[in-house]
T-cell receptor, first 115, second 116 residues
Framework: EAQVTQNPRYLITVTGKKLTVTCSQN?????MSWYRQDPGLGLRQIYY???????DKGDVPEGYKVSRKEKRNFPLILESPSPNQTSLYFC??????????????FGNGTRLTVT | AQSVTQLDSQVPVFEEAPVELRCNYS??????LFWYVQYPNQGLQLLLK??????LVKGINGFEAEFNKSQTSFHLRKPSVHISDTAEYFC??????????????FGQGTELSVKP
């Protein structure tokens, strides 16, 4: 089954404790992206990747890192989480390389709480 | 800069009534338009998309949307809603960035609540 898998689904952590949210897709998609969803703000892009070893900032990259060492995986790293990063996070992927008209496939989300 | 505005944050409606969820966008370049649906505790899934051609686009679950270039709108409609249509709906615009592929910009979302 074609899917985007995020882990964990729920995560509660404390300020400053490094964490990683994993994302994996089995559709051989070149394009992958991370979004955060906050009430009244819709989805905002954090980082995206056009292909292996190619990543770039989205609209709200501060406090986040990503890597794309393999085509299928695109982990989101919070080196020192803060309470304002409490949010619902989504990973998404699409193909072909120019993703302008290709629909995104989303994971089921990771709800992160930073205390 | 491109932006997407969903004019209603919440839309309550009774079962079997028609519904329209409004979406306006601003862009100085050509765009592709999408509607996504998010059911509770799930990720977003594509409802329909407009790329070119006929301005009336039909999607899954009986939804349709009409692209109006002069009004820069892409409103979503369904003639008769079901309880199962209760979800959050996102309008999105994809802008072509030649150095970066496409960038998808989302609206704020509209919560559709269908009551019996």
């Amino acid at each position: 089954e074609a899917q985007v898998t995020q882990n964990p689904r729920y995560l509660i952590t404390v300020t400053g404790k490094k964490l990683t949210v994993t994302c994996s897709q089995n559709m051989n998609h070149e394009y992958m992206s991370w979004y955060r969803q906050d009430p009244g703000l819709g989805l905002r892009q954090i980082y995206y990747s056009m292909n292996v070893e190619v990543t770039d900032k989205g609209d709200v990259p501060e406090g986040y890192k990503v890597s794309r060492k393999e085509k299928r995986n695109f982990p989101l790293i919070l080196e020192s989480p803060s309470p304002n990063q409490t949010s619902l996070y989504f990973c998404a992927s699409s193909s072909p390389l120019r993703a302008s008209n290709s629909p995104l496939h989303f994971g089921n989300g990771t709800r992160l709480t930073v205390t | 800069a491109q932006s997407v505005t969903q004019l209603d944050s919440q839309v309550p409606v009774f079962e079997e009534a028609p519904v329209e969820l409004r979406c306006n966008y601003s862009s100085s370049v050509s765009v592709y338009l999408f509607w996504y649906v998010q059911y509770p505790n799930q990720g977003l899934q594509l409802l329909l998309k407009y790329l070119s051609g006929s301005t009336l686009v039909k999607g899954i679950n009986g939804f349709e949307a009409e692209f109006n270039k002069s009004q820069t709108s892409f409103h979503l409609r369904k003639p008769s809603v079901h309880i199962s249509d209760t979800a959050e709906y996102f309008c999105a615009v994809s802008v072509i960035l030649y150095n970066q592929g496409g960038k998808l910009i989302f609206g704020q979302g509209t919560e559709l609540s269908v009551k019996p």
